[in-house]
């Protein structure tokens, strides 16, 4: 298989763009997160922190993985609210980027840290200015676990 159809099975093709040459580009890179599958109480996997991420596939008992998850899949808010995401992540902003790769027209990207990852969600330019984000600023990240693919 080709680069570009390896890329658009990964991530989708709502977050890759097509060069004039026919190259994929990631809009916003999909982040690589790392840790150990298991299978009580439900599918999950184990990052370095401690921190536990519900999943939607499986593996054997104590399985290194690798997972990927788009920017655009992560929901970020200023506290806790009801939800169907299984995992809900307590983080801190460590930077918001208005331009550059991944960003442009009213698009944002926010860089942030927890206990054992660092993840980026794509947000919007309102979205920034209403949750009054910048570096330091507590978030609570909600992923859905059938957004967290295995690489």
């Known amino acids: 298989m080709t680069r570009l159809g390896t890329t658009l099975l990964s991530y989708g093709t709502d ?15 999909p982040h690589l997160l790392r840790g150990t599958w298991h299978a009580l109480p439900e599918p999950s996997v184990e990052l370095e922190g401690g921190v536990r991420l519900k999943v939607d596939f499986t593996a054997s008992e104590g399985e290194p993985v690798r997972l990927g998850v788009d920017p ?10 009801p939800t169907s995401a ?34 980026t ?10 949750f009054r984000l910048r570096t330091g600023r507590r978030v609570v990240l909600y992923v859905k676990a059938t957004a967290l693919k295995r690489l």
Do not use: D
């Not at 655009?72 to 609210?81: D, P, Q």
């Not at 947000?123 to 920034?128: E, F, L, M």
């Open 15 to 29: 977050s890759v763009e097509l060069s004039r040459r026919g190259s994929a580009r990631s809009l916003a890179r």
């Open 72 to 81: 655009e899949s992560i929901l970020l808010a200023v506290r806790r609210y």
């Open 86 to 119: 299984r995992n809900m992540m307590n983080a801190i902003v460590e930077a918001v980027r208005t331009r550059g790769r991944g960003t442009g027209g009213l698009r944002c990207l926010v860089e942030a840290r927890g206990k054992g990852f660092r993840l």
């Open 121 to 130: 969600a794509a947000v919007t330019r309102a979205t920034v200015r209403e």
